[in-house]
């Protein structure tokens, strides 16, 4: 890619790389660095022609949330159950309702990858969502990232030097 100055590299991170909950830290927190990771290598390599793009998807219907997709702890700790329980149950309530089609997700994977039909001669961002639930749990993140900033910012801001 260097040598030909072009092309595009996608990483394939999720919409839970912008908010965590009980039962995903470690999922969460590994796709929070691929995404920390592709925005880097973005910055990096654009001079070269080269494209970086970390593509999150919301739901899609497949067996991601289907009992043989998961591991999950030998070993629960109880008092932690009253957080991680429900989460749980909801996840495998939602397992085949999911709202994403996944022929019509990979199609647009492969479009945006590929610079054709509705991404022909676009840029892509930083960070591609893919579903129309996964516009609204960022949007909704979003919000509340911002609503905690603006209630503490007097206080986080106070630590500037006084000249």
Not at 8 to 15: A, C, L, N
Not at 40 to 58: F, N
Request: charged residues 20%; contains cysteine.
């Amino acid at each position: 890619m260097r040598a030909q100055k072009s092309g595009m590299i996608g990483h394939m991170g999720t919409v839970g790389s912008w908010y965590s909950g009980p039962n995903a830290g470690f999922y969460c927190a590994s796709k929070w660095a691929l995404a920390a990771i592709s925005t880097a290598l973005r910055e990096e390599v654009a001079h070269l022609g080269i494209q970086v793009v970390c593509i999150d998807p919301g739901y899609f219907r497949t067996n991601f949330l289907g009992g043989g997709a998961k591991v999950t702890a030998k070993k629960v700790i109880e008092d932690i159950k009253p957080a991680t329980e429900p989460v749980k149950q909801a996840l495998i309530a939602y397992n085949g309702k999911q709202p994403g089609n996944p022929m019509l997700g990979s199609k647009l994977i492969v479009e945006a990858l590929t610079g054709s039909e509705r991404f022909e001669g676009k840029t892509l961002p930083a960070r591609l969502l893919i579903g129309e639930d996964a516009n609204l749990i960022v949007k909704g993140a979003l919000e509340g990232y911002r609503k905690d900033v603006d209630a503490w910012s007097d206080v986080t801001s106070s630590t500037n030097f006084q000249e």
